[in-house]
């Protein structure tokens, strides 16, 4: 009964706000998806459909084939392919090309290019030493399946994008707090762009970190993904974070 209860109130207090800040609710909303459609499905869609080509198609016996896959998936795809915790912490990176406009927006290229670097190096190089190989099953799945599937992740991917999105401006309307910046990329990314201090350092650890929604979009894909995974991938941003600042 007291579980009832409070998921009764929670469930009415969302809709209150939804309905009482509609508004900027609907704005923050209508450019996320302006965001979708733009930026993520263009970039995501190819990435998400190779890896998933990849991971049904073709058993990957070399070790450096794996790395260079894996290095190449980016989050969320790279969940596809990974075989333990591992693999999927330190091939869990953003698309480059993502990561150096956002990032080049804030500081000059070659401060981006720096920040990019050196979190793909000290990743790559554990990565390396994490990799397994294990033979697997091949089923050869023709294009319309890999089309569905790919297709069916991207909905999940975007479908948890928009609810961290809907969670963010929520938490917006009654908190003026940094830690927001760490739930979902782009969003995060926007906000730092008007801080006046530290703005390096969270750059910085977000372009490390990628974000909750990150790790969610990967647990829509593959329900294997462990979150203790979250924190694991956390603390070593932070300590990537602080050879970057030092080199920088």
């Known amino acids: 009964m007291k579980k009832i209860v409070i998921q009764f109130i929670l469930i009415f207090t969302i809709l209150f706000v939804l ?17 979708i459609m733009r930026n993520i499905l263009p970039s995501m869609f190819p990435i998400l459909f190779i890896t998933n080509y990849i991971n049904e198609n073709i058993n990957i016996k070399n070790k450096v084939i794996k790395f260079i896959s894996l290095s190449l998936s980016f989050s969320p795809s790279n969940i596809l392919l990974s075989l333990n915790n591992k693999e999927i ?37 554990f990565l390396f030493k994490s990799i397994i190989i294990e033979n697997k099953k091949i089923t050869n799945k023709d294009i319309s399946y890999l089309i ?19 969670i963010i401006s929520i938490f917006n309307i009654f908190f003026k707090s940094k830690i927001i910046v760490f739930a979902e990329i782009c969003n995060g990314f926007n906000i730092i762009k008007k801080f006046k201090k530290h703005k390096l350092f969270y750059a910085t650890l977000l372009n490390s970190f990628g974000g909750l929604s990150i790790y969610f979009q990967m647990k829509s894909i593959n329900n294997n993904f462990k979150y203790k995974i979250i924190l694991y991938k956390f603390i070593i941003s932070l300590l990537i974070t602080c050879i970057t600042l030092l080199i920088i």
Do not use: D, H, P, R
Not at 20 to 29: A, R, S
Not at 148 to 166: A, D, H, L, P, Q
């Open 148 to 166: 569905k599937k790919t297709t069916e992740g991207m909905i999940n991917i975007c479908g948890t994008i928009v609810f961290f999105n809907i």
């Open 89 to 125: 912490i330190f091939s869990s990176n953003i698309n480059t090309l993502f990561s150096f406009i956002m990032l080049k927006q804030m500081f000059n290229k070659y401060t981006a290019l720096k920040i990019i670097m050196v979190n793909l190096i000290i990743n790559y190089i």
């Open 19 to 35: 309905f009482k800040y509609n508004y900027e609710i609907k704005v923050n909303l209508y450019n996320t998806l302006i965001n």
